[in-house]
């Protein structure tokens, strides 16, 4: 693997060793809990995706079903309607919500990123950099990291949301759109930007990205409503000891873990790979998660998607971490002010 990957293990390796340790006491006293899991898609997501493929929910007296979704808000909106108990999103998705008053709590965050997400653009199209997307129809998912995401990148090159024709695809949807031919470019992860690359016959490039881990980073996280954590706080520290589980397994078993990834995907190994390379993986929570909740949702608020709360940004967003359930299963991997 790559550097970073070393980086990541110094960085989040303490205490991996005692994980198995810590197992929910609760968990061998108690009947199995029955929950469902709304899953987002794409290798970001690789943590909760080896909880489920080595069901490490059963270590913690969890019998989980999985939901899948194309993006995180659609797997997020699910659980806000009652589906799932859990959902697997991003903090855009939890940021826009929060500004508009739904209750829900994020938990753990496992994965960020700055370069996962990408531009794709066609070339025959005038588009060589980030500053020709003047003027041209750009796809995103409106509500998720990828419409956040596109302002930051557009912000890179002196333009603004209003400077382009935004049009709402998601992003299996968007890779086929630009294909052939509908769309100039899309935003959205890595995986659809090479996907996009590889369908086109040579039409299609990735945009250069220099500079943006300056403007962007994308957290993902798991996340509970409000109701769940205040009711069941034992079921929500099953959950986030199942997910320390899953990072350890990542960490210790490299390559068993990215052939699973793979798997779930339907990508190559060596795609998986490099994309997993491109993300810092470490279950925690702590201050820069809440900054950039309170970017995203300034962000929001700008761009009319939210309405300014009569509550403090940092303090609405402090109030919708919910960092007790991680503080019980590992304390060093929680440093929120």
């Not at 750009?138 to 419409?147: D, E, K, L, Q, R």
């Amino acid at each position: 693997m790559t550097p970073s990957h070393s980086i990541d293990r110094r960085q989040f390796g303490l205490g991996l060793a005692g994980l198995a340790l810590g197992s929910s006491a609760w968990a061998q006293q108690a009947g199995t809990e029955k929950i469902v899991v709304a899953e987002s898609q794409g290798f970001s997501w690789a943590i909760p995706y080896l909880v489920s493929s080595k069901n490490y929910w059963k270590n913690h007296g969890i019998e989980a079903t999985t939901l899948q979704f194309t993006s995180g808000r659609l797997a997020f909106d699910a659980a806000v309607a009652g589906k799932a108990q859990f959902a697997t999103s991003t903090d855009s998705v939890v940021g826009l919500a929060g500004a508009n008053g739904v209750p829900a709590v994020i938990v753990a965050e496992f994965t960020r990123l700055s370069s996962g997400m990408v531009v794709a653009a066609r070339t025959d199209r005038g588009i060589q950099t980030g500053a020709q997307l003047k003027g041209k129809r750009v796809a995103t998912t409106i509500g998720t990291s990828g419409h956040y995401f596109l302002s930051r990148f557009l912000s890179l090159h002196g333009l603004a949301l209003k400077d382009v024709t935004l049009v709402n695809l998601r992003g299996p949807d968007a890779v086929t759109a630009v294909t052939r031919g509908d769309i100039d470019a899309f935003a959205w992860g890595w995986d659809s930007g090479q996907k996009a690359v590889a369908d086109s016959g040579g039409k299609v490039k990735l945009l250069d990205d220099t500079g943006l881990e300056k403007v962007f980073l994308s957290h993902y996280v798991l996340t509970a409503s409000e109701p769940l954590v205040q009711g069941k706080p034992k079921l929500v520290e099953a959950a986030v000891r199942s997910l320390l589980d899953a990072e350890k397994f990542y960490r210790t078993q490299t390559s068993d873990a990215i052939a699973l990834v793979a798997e779930r995907t339907k990508a190559t190994v060596e795609v998986t790979e490099a994309g997993l390379d491109t993300v810092s993986v470490g279950v925690r929570l702590d201050n820069r998660l809440l900054d950039d909740l309170v970017l995203n949702a300034q962000w929001a608020i700008e761009a009319g998607l939210a309405t300014q709360p009569k509550e403090d940004l940092r303090t609405l967003y402090r109030r919708l971490i919910y960092a007790d359930a991680l503080k019980a299963a590992a304390p060093e991997r929680v440093a929120l002010g």
